[in-house]
């Protein structure tokens, strides 16, 4: 059983900052992109930044400048360091990885449970 668990969501003021990490855990034989994405109420989930294993990175425009998206392939974590919030920025906030559980395997998506960030004006 693959797992990936948020933290680090919470409450801010506009212009403060938050960082999110995630952490995958379980049977894991590698691990290519991982990500960031968002989902405000009424809306459709979105990209806000990925990373891949070598540390290539893309970012949502809306975010790019403000986030940086960062990971630690030996502890099988992905952060998100968000800056410069703005009440627009309010969402829950989804990490994702694409791994292989076996050499065998093929890639398969895995999502964690979301964190909730709330950026008040």
């Known amino acids: 059983q693959v797992q990936l668990v948020e933290s680090g969501g919470g409450l801010v003021q506009a212009g403060g900052s938050l960082r999110l990490s995630c952490a995958a855990s379980?049977?894991?034989?590698?691990?290519?992109?991982m990500g960031w994405y968002r989902q405000a109420p009424g809306n459709e989930r979105e990209l806000v930044a990925t990373?891949?294993?070598?540390?290539?990175?893309n970012y949502a425009g809306s975010v790019k400048g403000r986030f940086t998206i960062s990971r630690d392939n030996a502890k099988k974590m992905v952060y998100l360091e968000m800056n410069s919030l703005k009440p627009e920025d309010t969402a829950v906030y989804y990490c994702?990885?694409?791994?292989?559980?076996?050499?065998?395997?093929?890639?398969?998506?895995?999502w964690g449970q979301g964190t909730q960030v709330t950026v008040s004006s």
């Open positions: 990373i891949t294993s070598d540390g290539s990175t």
């Open positions: 994702n990885a694409d791994l292989r559980r076996v050499v065998a395997d093929k890639l398969n998506r895995y």
């Open positions: 379980g049977i894991i034989f590698t691990i290519n992109v």
